[in-house]
């Protein structure tokens, strides 16, 4: 038995440290050089020619490059970008669909009578497709293959091809052990399943392990292609918030549809004092509220931790040029070393941070399904053990889980 | 802002994609992948299993044939001796068979040869009285003037008789 419970620890730890090096060393090669790409490229010499500095374009340019569009940048060029298919349904009915080459740089483009364009800042819809007809505006259905959306497509394509040669092995030799590239992808899924899945939903695990390692492998395929910086990376998608939404439905979907009769109970009639329920029912309410807060706190907290991981590496160097148009060359060279050391740092930091937000995403939807899980046959202790397990199973440093709001917040509603 | 207000198109794109990606997941690739690894467990749990019980086994067969041999060892021993043992009564009784035969020889001869000795003694003394009656005989015959001569004669002549007896 000693050499069951050892190995994958080891094996694990060896397969991520270089899964980790090997990120390191694309991001460092690549991040200085195409952070500052494109639009941020055009604006910022604009305003350093110009002398005068308007910090509103600096945050523009933040929210443009963490926000979607309908074409993916390219690096070294400022015009060109990879079009992609726009496809919209008319308010006046019918499907429209075309190349996003049409509508970039303030084009226009009509067809049937009607006429697209990307709405201009300042706009209700700004940096959405808008159609005009008769002179109206109005905003259409809008589900375009955007960068994020052909992101999303990637990701899940890389996590299908992880999964699926994995599974080809096993299906060739059951009782053998993959190497190499399969081994990694085996233990990137065993360190979730025998670590997080199986102490805590224990007989359960085989019904949602499906669901929970895949999201574990579909966040952390995104995070780290958000941290490329070229095609096909660079999307910052768990850090957009109709991402880290749609996952966090699904665990929220998953509980409650699992949720056992004693789960339902707890939410409307727990386990309080008598005047805690009635007449004035204070705990169901609460209760009730904790049943959406739990979604909620899963959507915002993946969806800040990474967006701020990227905003920060843009601001650091968005550093440069400002520095350089407020204080002169001397400043803006001092300031390319520093603001260069930083940002290296920073995504090596996220490299660690997108790891431990997908496992922290999985813990919690774990739990949570865990939870609702619960028969009451085993009573208070547990839901002690629950909640108790998966914490010291891990190997990687928690940082950033004391301070994680959403985590206390977890508990406290778990722990009343 | 836009950062917050979550975009239909991504949010529709990401529930087709992700329940795709399930789907797929669901039936082709967790329930093979999960088995394997289990099965691979259980293997390996039953050969650590079969390794612990064959060392075991082992165990007892080299304890039991140490046992035997060193039983064989105190038989051995035990057989060595008992031969030992049986070599020397074995001797022991031929030697005193032959004693025995011997001493029944020499008694035969000896109760034999007194006999013979006694038949001859018996037969010499026949012989010796007939020899005697012969001479007394001849010196009665030859010289039976002096009867005193020839008294004298015939004791003297029984006297050597008996002395060389």
Redesign the interface.
């Known amino acids: 038995m000693y050499i069951l419970t050892s190995r994958p620890h080891t094996t694990m730890r060896k397969a991520f440290s270089i899964f980790l090096f090997i990120f390191a060393t694309i991001l460092a090669s690549t991040d200085v050089k195409a952070s500052a790409d494109t639009a941020l490229n055009d604006a910022l010499t604009d305003s350093l020619e110009e002398k005068s500095f308007d910090f509103s374009t600096i945050k523009d340019l933040i929210f443009d490059h963490l926000g979607d569009g309908y074409g993916w940048e390219v690096p070294f060029n400022h015009h060109k970008r990879i079009p992609l298919p726009v496809i919209l349904y008319s308010s006046e009915g019918g499907f429209h669909c075309f190349s996003s080459a049409r509508i970039e740089h303030g084009h226009e483009y009509t067809e049937d009578g009607i006429t697209f364009k990307i709405a201009p800042k300042g706009h209700p819809h700004q940096g959405k497709v808008i159609e005009v007809i008769d002179g109206k505006e109005y905003k259409p259905w809008d589900i375009s293959i955007t960068k994020n959306v052909l992101a999303v497509f990637i990701s899940s394509l890389l996590v299908l091809w992880m999964v699926l040669s994995v599974a080809s092995w096993y299906r060739r030799q059951p009782l053998k052990a993959p190497r190499k590239t399969r081994g990694a992808i085996e233990e990137l899924i065993m360190f979730i399943y025998d670590g997080v899945i199986k102490p805590t939903l224990g007989a359960n695990s085989m019904r949602f392990a499906p669901y929970l390692i895949t999201v574990f492998l579909f966040i952390l395929v995104m995070n780290l292609m958000g941290l490329i910086v070229i095609f096909p990376g660079g999307a910052n998608l768990t850090g957009n918030i109709a991402v880290t939404l749609v996952l966090a439905i699904f665990t929220f979907l998953i509980t409650n549809i699992f949720g056992t009769k004693h789960y339902w109970k707890e939410i409307f009639w727990p386990d309080v004092p008598m005047w805690l329920k009635f007449p004035l029912p204070i705990m169901p309410i609460i209760e009730f509220f904790g049943v959406f807060t739990k979604p909620a706190a899963l959507t915002v907290r993946l969806f800040a931790n990474m967006m701020g991981g990227h905003m920060i590496v843009i601001v650091l160097t968005l550093l440069i040029f400002i520095a350089a148009a407020l204080g002169g060359t001397l400043l803006g060279g001092a300031t390319v070393v520093i603001s260069i050391l930083f940002s290296v740092f920073m995504l090596l930091l996220d490299v660690l941070v997108s790891f431990i937000q997908a496992y922290v995403f999985t813990m919690l939807s774990t739990l949570f399904i865990a939870l609702a899980q619960d028969n009451g046959h085993h009573g208070k202790k547990h839901e002690e053990d629950v909640i108790m397990t998966p914490l010291p199973d891990t190997s990687i440093p928690m940082g950033n889980h004391i301070d994680d709001p959403a985590i206390a917040a977890g508990e406290i509603f778990e722990n009343k | 802002?836009?950062?917050?207000?979550?975009?239909?198109?991504?949010?529709?794109?990401?529930?087709v994609?992700?329940i795709?990606?399930?789907l797929?997941?669901?039936k082709?690739?967790?329930?093979?992948?999960?088995?394997?690894?289990e099965?691979?467990?259980d293997?390996?749990?039953k050969g650590?299993e079969y390794a612990q019980q064959a060392k075991e086994q082992l165990d007892t067969a080299r304890q039991q044939a140490d046992k035997q041999i060193a039983e064989a060892r105190q038989r051995q021993a035990e057989i060595l001796r008992e031969a030992d043992k049986m070599k020397t009564q074995i001797i022991e009784e031929a030697r005193e068979a032959a004693r025995k035969e011997a001493r029944k020889v020499m008694d035969a001869a000896t109760i034999s040869i007194q006999q013979e000795r006694k038949e001859a003694q018996s037969q010499f003394r026949d012989e010796v009285s007939a020899f005697a009656l012969e001479i007394a005989g001849k010196v009665v015959r030859n010289e039976m003037q002096d009867q005193k001569a020839q008294a004298r004669l015939v004791d003297s002549l029984l006297d050597q008789m008996e002395n060389q007896n």
């Open positions: 802002m836009e950062l917050f207000t979550p975009d239909f198109g991504l949010v529709f794109w990401m529930f994609s992700f795709i990606l399930f797929i997941l669901w082709w690739g967790w329930p093979v992948i999960l088995k394997g690894v099965s691979r467990a293997l390996i749990d650590v």
